[in-house]
């Protein structure tokens, strides 16, 4: 079974804390992309990475793919209540059959 | 705007009463999944597919089934609902390219509540 390990699975802070979300597998990714939802939401695509030791900025958002593209890890910085929400990581293995392989989920609460 | 629509956002059915949700999109994507979601988890996959290729999660219940008529439209049947398949169901799309990532666009989902 292809498992990607998404961790923390909760995470409450303060605004203008930063954080750390990371994704692990032992198996190899083609790409990896990060959604957001919101509650009663569907999710929202942020970014997609597909080469190893990729880094990609999205205002406070910092997207790494590992050398390996085995793992992936979004950081926020200064994060503010809007970031508040379920965040996803899903991986497109090389010989996928156009599925994704989910990670189980971090929920983010951001504390005004 | 191109988007992923889904009908309707709220249902609420009978336990045993069979539900039909509705899925239909503008992005022209060729590929169209079926998720269930309960309480801030992973979408798991029930089906996708691949113009009018069907393909089956082997852990799919039978109860499960789905119809694509055409390339924008795409249903899912719950022939029997029992409690336990009360969840939020979501549909995306994505475009097949030839080394693509298969990145996905998800409709706002459907809360299926069973009583």
């Known amino acids: 079974t292809q498992l990607l390990e998404q961790s923390p699975q909760f995470l409450s802070i303060q605004e203008g804390e930063n954080l750390t979300v990371y994704c692990n597998s032992s198996?190899?990714?083609?790409?990896l992309q990060w959604y957001r939802q919101e509650p009663g939401e569907g999710p929202v695509l942020l970014v997609t990475?597909?080469?190893g030791g990729e880094v990609k900025k999205l205002k406070r958002l910092t997207f790494q793919f590992g050398d390996a593209r085995k793992d992936s890890s979004l950081h926020i910085t200064a994060a503010q209540p809007g970031d508040t929400g379920l965040y996803l990581c899903?991986?497109?293995?090389?010989?996928?059959?156009?599925?994704?392989?989910w990670g189980a989920g971090t929920k983010l609460i951001i504390k005004p | 705007d191109a988007m992923v629509i889904q009908n309707p956002r709220y249902q609420v059915t009978q336990f045993g009463k069979p539900v039909t949700l509705s899925c239909s999109q503008t992005?022209?994507?060729?590929?169209m999944y079926w998720y269930q979601q309960k309480s801030s988890q992973a979408p798991k996959l029930l089906f996708h597919y691949y113009d009018k290729d069907f393909n089956n999660e082997a852990d799919t219940p039978d109860n499960f089934q789905s119809r694509r008529p055409n390339t924008s439209f795409c249903f899912l049947d719950i022939r029997s609902p029992g409690l336990g398949d009360a969840a939020m169901y979501l549909c995306?799309?994505?475009?097949?390219?030839?080394?693509?990532?298969?990145?996905?666009?998800f409709g706002p989902g459907t809360r299926l509540t069973v009583t």
């Open positions: 990475v597909v080469t």
């Open positions: 995306a799309t994505s475009r097949d390219v030839v080394g693509g990532a298969y990145e996905q666009y």
């Open positions: 992005l022209n994507h060729n590929v």
């Open positions: 198996s190899v990714f083609s790409s």
């Open positions: 899903a991986g497109a293995l090389v010989d996928s059959n156009y599925q994704l392989i």
